[in-house]
């Protein structure tokens, strides 16, 4: 009788280099929303470095004359309010992971906004037409 190989479980390089294959910018949500705000005639920057003492927070839009920043944040890994799920398998690395994620979101805004900059986060699941009415306000002053 022929035995089964059950293949091992993902050692930690292949881990790595999983977590590693994870897009900081240019993730599908965040192009979506770029394309639609270069269509209706925005210019804006890209993964601009917000300048403040210490590690600057990296605004995945921003819009530098008018200092707004925007953040697109997943859901799973930003922690959603509506729609994050706590992982079942690997769950003493997934929640103080994406509890560390939140905090680190909380003191970006506090720090980009200490410095002047108007903050605006965007939950990946948002529909475009209302993230971008936000957006625009924010530009106008509105």
């Known amino acids: 009788m022929p035995t089964i190989q059950v293949p091992a479980s993902p ?30 005639g925005f210019r804006f920057r890209v993964d601009f470095p917000i300048p403040v003492s210490g590690r600057s927070p990296r605004a995945d839009i921003a819009f530098t004359r008018k200092r707004v920043a925007v953040f697109i944040d997943g859901c799973f890994w930003h922690g959603c ?26 003191e970006q805004t506090v720090r980009a906004e200490t410095a002047g900059w108007r903050v605006i986060r965007i939950w990946e699941h948002e529909g475009l037409d209302e993230a971008i009415a936000r957006v625009e306000a924010a530009i106008t002053g509105q």
Do not use: C
């Open 81 to 106: 309010p509506e729609h994050s799920q706590r992982p079942k398998t690997n769950s003493g690395y997934w929640g103080p992971k994406i509890a560390r994620n939140i905090e680190r979101d909380r």
């Open 11 to 40: 050692g930690p390089s292949s881990r790595s280099a999983n977590m590693r294959a994870n897009r900081r910018r240019d993730t599908g949500p965040e192009k979506a929303f770029r394309s639609e705000l270069h269509q209706r």
